[in-house]
T-cell receptor, first 118, second 106 residues
Framework: EVQLVESGGGLVQPGGSLTLSCAATGFTLSDYGMNWVRQAPGKGLEWVSSFGGSGTTYYADSVKGRFIISRDNTKSTLSLQMNSLRAEDTATYYC???FGHGRPFDSWGQGTLVTVSS | EIVLTQSPATLSLSPGERATLSCRASQSVTTYLAWYQQKPGQAPRLLIYDANNRATGIPARFSGSGSGTDFTLTISSLEPEDFAVYYCQQRSTWWTFGQGTKVEMK
């Protein structure tokens, strides 16, 4: 059974940094594209970043230059390093697995809440 | 960037009624369009991919149609558990989501 479990969320001051992790079980992480998607309180879904099967990474314009996505195949973990955090980055962050490279997301974690506030 | 526009923002219906949700793309996405359902406090769930293919375990009352720029998600007869928010999604260079349609109980 595929499971994705996010961790690392919390309260951080504007300008601060935080690293989110997503522990993946039930499949081989390197065989699938993986993504981070966020949802601000009461708002819709916003794609944040992708780690493709070939190692190619993509970022939404809103986070480009501030966030870094990475993957550790040996630990089966996807990470999102978030720097220079802003109030508008406050959201629940979901880890999501593509059901094939470049395909929609068939498995999601439960999400981890990041709050950027002084 | 391809923009997805969903309509209506809110759909007020009763159990047993038919729900028709629309998603329009700012340029053609051929059939690379997916639909998700999200209930309060839960992660989204994939319903439909490639415009008209049901994901694993999705009931037959959910169906998708369309190609190019205009897409529709239809729920043939609403069950109580179908009241939720629905999002469409596409991928060109990167992923984008529509703003969502809330299906609420009348």
């Amino acid at each position: 059974e595929v499971q994705l479990v996010e961790s690392g969320g919390g309260l951080v001051q504007p300008g601060g940094s935080l690293t989110l992790s997503c522990a993946a079980t039930g499949f081989t992480l390197s065989d699938y594209g993986m993504n981070w998607v966020r949802q601000a309180p009461g708002k819709g879904l916003e794609w944040v970043s992708s780690f493709g099967g070939s190692g190619t990474t993509y970022y939404a314009d809103s986070v480009k230059g501030r966030f870094i996505i990475s993957r550790d195949n040996t630990k089966s973990t996807l990470s999102l390093q978030m720097n220079s955090l802003r109030a508008e980055d406050t959201a629940t962050y979901y880890c999501a697995k593509e059901f094939g490279h470049g395909r929609p997301f068939d498995s999601w974690g439960q999400g981890t809440l990041v709050t950027v506030s002084s | 960037e391809i923009v997805l526009t969903q309509s209506p923002a809110t759909l007020s219906l009763s159990p047993g009624e038919r729900a028709t949700l629309s998603c329009r793309a700012s340029q053609s996405v051929t059939t690379y369009l997916a639909w998700y359902q999200q209930k309060p406090g839960q992660a989204p769930r994939l319903l439909i991919y490639d415009a008209n293919n049901r994901a694993t375990g999705i009931p037959a009352r959910f169906s998708g149609s369309g190609s190019g720029t205009d897409f529709t998600l239809t729920i043939s007869s609403l069950e109580p558990e179908d009241f939720a928010v629905y999002y469409c999604q596409q991928r060109s260079t990167w992923w984008t989501f529509g703003q969502g349609t809330k299906v609420e109980m009348k």
